[in-house]
């Protein structure tokens, strides 16, 4: 990988040229639209899609950064996307080029002030993973300790505003793009902090000294090989999500790992008010034990005092069904709902009870759900056409994504989960310095 188009003016022309064929497909297709039949109409608006989606891809390859980040955002909102974005906007997602040798050499020398000879007894100069924001590498500290060394892209921060505001002109025009277009301060703020290796280096050693789950671990940050632009851990040991189910675990350690994922994500958020936002099965490790690891912190969100308060409200009122008990719990939480929800609650009903369902007996079998989640995305699709929600809560946003997350690895983990315990302990607790939990 050579350095990216980090200029506004570069990245503009880029995308530009990609928006203006854009826009003229839509006026094409505009015009042709009244005078075709019913069955060529939705042949006519797929080709489209095919084409935007194409065209959308290719632009994607050659910015990468920021714009691979906001792929992977927008691939996951499944319900608000046309299926030939999602399908490109994907494959975007394992675009990522590494950096070449020279430019790691600089990273490194830049963000810690000495080569890396100076700094490590030994630097694997070959990536052993990359993602659309940086890479990491394997090296060994001169005190003989194994690390892992993350390198941030150069130039990628700054391509965060001029991105952001193309892609608000992208969206525009799109099916539902008023939904879109609300959820971009929140992604936004979130990009800044992904760049951000000061605060995810804090947070790391947040849930390092501060996580207490049995079984889960978290590597420990070295703040003396460590930057701006440059973040080293302790490099944990374990296997990837599909190398530990090759490996054919029984039921037992399947729902032991899963159970310790839940807790973790559940007790940091409603325990330590900071929510772990990005359950991507690469972001966690698995021991032949079921003992699992969480790495990557960069996504980490802080929940409001009033989510955390209100959350068990929520839940409860999806339990019992109560439309009054919804829009209390909405509005506690700062969400604007215009409409007669006594009215539209019928039409809501499958929906809430689809969110209560994994939180209505003690446990949850994953294993004979298996398409749980993808059953919602039906749902949230149908909920996302009810005009009266005129303000949705980012704390809220973000923790349904991240139980969404969790339960599709839960369903390819093929786990019983208990869920309900943290329904009763949440009604009158607050963030506190107490993140010790035991399990289920």
Known sequence: MSKLPEGKWARLRLSGSVLARVGAGRLQHRIKRPFMQAGARIQA???????????????????????????????????????????????????????????????????????????FSHFEADA??????????????????????????????????????????????????????DMLPALHQSLLDEVDYVREARLTD???QRLQVDGVQVPQWIASHSSTTVLTTTRMQGMHLDDWLATVPDQAHRDRAAQRLLDAVMSAALQGGQLYTDPHPGNFLFQPDGQVVLLDFGAVRPLSAEFVQHWPQLMHAHLQQSPAQLLAAWQAMGMRYDGDLEADYPHMAAFCQWIAEPWRDSHFDFTHQPAHSEAGLVLMQRMSHFNGLKQVAPDLMFFDRTLYGLF????????????????????SETPDDSLTHQGA
């Open 128 to 181: 052993f993973a990359a993602a659309s924001l940086g890479q990491v590498h394997a090296a060994t500290l001169p005190d003989g300790r194994a690390v892992a060394v993350k390198l941030q892209y150069p130039g990628i921060r700054y391509t965060i505003d001029s991105d952001m505001a193309l892609l608000r002109l992208a969206l525009r025009g799109m099916p539902r793009a008023a939904q879109l277009l």
């Open 45 to 119: 608006q797929q080709q489209l899609e095919e084409r935007e989606a194409a065209q959308l891809f290719e632009v994607l390859a050659q910015l990468r950064g920021t714009a691979l980040k906001v792929a992977q955002w927008l691939s996951s909102e499944q319900a608000l996307l046309p299926e030939a974005w999602q399908r490109h906007l994907r494959q975007a997602c394992h675009q990522a080029p590494p950096l070449n040798r020279v430019l790691i050499r600089k990273v490194l020398q830049e963000g810690l002030g000495q080569a890396p000879e100076q700094c």
């Open 206 to 208: 947040w849930f390092y």
């Open 408 to 427: 599709k690895l839960f369903e390819r983990m093929g786990a019983r989960v208990a869920l309900r315990h943290w329904l009763p302990a949440m009604a």
